[in-house]
């Protein structure tokens, strides 16, 4: 696990931009709360972090590169993009095929996408793939605020904490704009 601050990730972007796009896994702040995530076009990286958060079915999410990704991938109206994205919304939609992983969401053809309003959503819009995001905890314990708070199991298992001190924000809000 290598921890790195925004000065880091900034001043070594196309390593991050790399690690990201080859599947490393990454904990990461978000508008609302740390994230846990990979590359979702990677079957790979999205199984590895399913193994790591002990979480066999329940979909991820992602956060798209950009808007256009979304309506090049899923079935959504811009109307809906403009008025929650970028922000603290997880919008769920019907998605293509191979927008992502499979084992991204394995039990229908919807996605949850967010654009966070956050620096760091510019690296992975940058690297230009969609990023599984998900709450830093093992599945059913409160997620991560701080780097106390956070799961030695899962810290010990991630190549990279992005990390701006203590966040006690709320996940996202969840929009269901599946008809």
Partial sequence: ??????E????HKE???EAIQKGSI?????????????????????MRLRELKHREEKPFSVIAPSKNWIIKNCEVKSE?????????YTLFVRRDENAVSRFVNQNDDTLGVRIPTHWFTEIIAEAGVPFVTTSVNLSGEKHMEDMN???KEILDQVDYVIYEGEKRGEPSKKINLVS
């Fill in 1 to 6: 696990m290598k921890t790195v601050d925004r």
């Fill in 8 to 11: 880091y990730v900034e001043s």
């Fill in 15 to 17: 390593e991050i931009i």
């Fill in 26 to 46: 990454f904990i990461y702040p978000t508008d609302t709360i740390y994230g846990l995530g990979c590359n979702a076009l990677l079957d790979d990286a999205v």
């Fill in 80 to 88: 809906d993009l403009d008025k929650y994205l970028p922000g603290p």
């Fill in 149 to 151: 708070s956070a799961s």
